[in-house]
């Protein structure tokens, strides 16, 4: 399945949450097209597909893990993607957006508050900052280089960790980056929104915590 158009990635993505999640998300748009006057949150170009190109983009990752799951951390979160969606579609879990850059932070905790998340923390802090705990899932989008991606969060991550890193079209060439014995622990699942994006998911086992 593919989602071709605003109207299919939005009734995809409903399917996935009750009504007033998907209330959420809706004023999550407006929020993002008013932010996106004042900030470059997104390319301007992308505003039309809103639905396509970024909540359905987010809102596929729950396809990929349990319905119950601990603490989910989202890296470089920017405009709220995926974390804020996840969250605003998931209220009741633990989630955890880091972003550094201010006026971002600010959108974000802004977000939080205007859609009543009160499980979704935002971390304004660079990652190298942010203190070491278990997470249960972790995320980023154009966030880092697949290889520095894992470097700097690995300590958050446990053998039951499921890291879900959409990378658009160079989710292979990413994949083939890394050090065999990773590039074992991961895979590049299709994404419904691009059939040329890739999302790379995995675990990362204990031992490959050490220097590559």
């Not at 932010?35 to 992308?46: D, G, P, Y």
């Not at 989202?74 to 709220?80: E, W």
């Not at 959409?166 to 419904?192: D, I, T, Y």
Request: net charge neutral; glycine share 6%.
């Amino acid at each position: 399945m593919t989602l071709h158009s605003e109207e299919s990635a939005r009734a995809y993505t409903s399917g996935l949450c009750d009504d007033a999640a998907l209330a959420r998300l809706e004023r999550l748009a407006e929020l993002l097209r008013e932010e996106n006057e004042r900030q470059n949150l997104v390319a301007r170009a992308t505003i039309p597909a809103i639905w396509q190109r970024h909540i359905a983009d987010s809102a596929q990752l729950l396809r990929l893990v349990s319905h119950e799951t601990g603490t989910w951390l989202d890296l470089g979160t920017g405009a709220g993607f995926p974390g804020l969606v996840i969250a605003a579609m998931r209220p009741d879990w633990s989630i955890r957006l880091v972003e550094s850059r201010r006026r971002r932070f600010e959108w974000l905790h802004h977000c939080s508050a205007e859609l009543g998340l009160a499980h979704c923390e935002v971390v304004g802090e660079r990652l190298e900052h942010v203190a070491s705990f278990p997470a249960s899932v972790i995320s980023a989008r154009a966030f880092a280089p697949l290889p520095l991606l894992l470097d700097l969060s690995a300590r958050f991550s446990t053998a039951d960790t499921q890291w879900l890193l959409p990378k658009g079209r160079s989710a292979a060439l990413e994949l083939g980056q890394l050090p065999k014995r990773r590039q074992a622990m991961f895979h590049v699942e299709q994404s419904l929104t691009d059939p040329e994006a890739g999302i790379i998911t995995g675990r990362l086992a204990q031992e490959a915590k050490q220097a590559p």
